[in-house]
């Protein structure tokens, strides 16, 4: 299992947009590198946070991409402002600059294996899956996503996903509809009635332990993108590494920037 097989570049881009989507979340976009056309779904760059005043990030933070517009070159970006890091480039304004590496980390291998993925989201993962949808939809691959969020107001990409001809189901904390029980309802209806034969998921371990256990009920293959702290984003400073099952048994320890940040569904151990 191999990072990307596409020349890895650290590029200074421009700012294209840096935009509040609401209360938690802000889009970025930048003047896409060349090396970003070649980019997959799940695949991620590592941005170096600017230094404002005494806010000095000494790591870069790794981003998934949310979308690669190749008519227009930029690069796409949606993110939580939630420390130091996301604070600093929460202040980056169109005409600046920003520092950016990649693409890294192991892309989706759904195309040869679906006719219906079943995309389970909250938060900040429905950045991560959004490729997902796009990618299928031009292989012709039927596309249901579920997206969780504390409230309408914080659920997103939700044009965008219908746009790539994705279904789309919203659940939210504010409406009690997104407990992992009325999840599971929808999940198992989509599998049973729909079709459903491929279960991806990113950003909540509820969701994770939800989706492995139906994947194994049903028989159903999948993956999970999973967030993680990094240091260099290459393998070399094994910052990232954690435990995933290993297909003889036993714990075995990844690292989620090298062979990840994609694993089998039922490789991750949820935490």
């Known amino acids: 299992m191999t ?12 700012v294209l947009k840096n935009d509040w989507v609401n209360d938690l979340y802000k889009h970025l976009i930048v003047e896409a590198p060349h090396g970003a056309a070649h980019s997959e779904p799940g695949q991620f760059f590592h941005l170096l946070c600017p230094t404002i005043g005494d806010k000095a990030p000494f790591y870069r933070r790794p981003m ?12 796409e970006f949606l993110y939580k402002i939630v420390g130091t890091g996301t604070a600093t480039l929460a202040q ?15 892309r989706f291998d759904f195309a040869k294996r679906a ?22 939809g031009k292989l012709g691959i039927r596309t249901t996503a579920v997206l969780s969020a504390r409230t ?3 659920l997103m990409s939700v044009e965008y996903l219908r746009s790539m001809n994705a279904e789309v189901i919203t659940v939210t904390d ?3 509809t997104s407990d992992v029980a009325a999840v599971e309802r929808i999940v198992r209806r989509l599998i049973e009635k729909e079709g459903g034969d491929f279960l991806v998921t990113c950003g909540s371990n509820r969701l994770l332990q939800l989706v492995q256990r139906l994947g194994r009920e049903y028989g159903i293959a999948g993956e999970v993108a999973l967030e993680q702290h990094m240091g260099c ?10 435990e995933f099952h290993a297909p003889e048994g036993g714990i075995t320890y990844r690292r ?14 949820s935490w």
């Open 115 to 136: 006719r219906h993925i079943v995309q389970v989201a909250r938060g900040v993962g429905l950045a991560t899956l959004a490729p997902v949808a796009e990618a299928a």
């Open 3 to 14: 990072s990307s097989p596409f020349p890895v570049a650290e590029t200074v881009c421009p």
């Open 256 to 269: 989620v920037c090298w062979e990840g940040p994609v694993f089998d569904i039922q490789e991750a151990v």
């Open 152 to 154: 309408p107001r914080h």
């Open 64 to 75: 998934s991409i949310y979308r690669i517009d190749k008519a227009q070159g930029r690069l």
């Open 174 to 176: 504010s409406e009690g």
């Open 233 to 242: 984003g290459n393998g070399m400073c094994f910052a990232c590494v954690r």
């Open 92 to 106: 980056l304004e169109a005409g600046e600059t920003l520092n950016i590496l990649g693409p890294l980390g192991r």
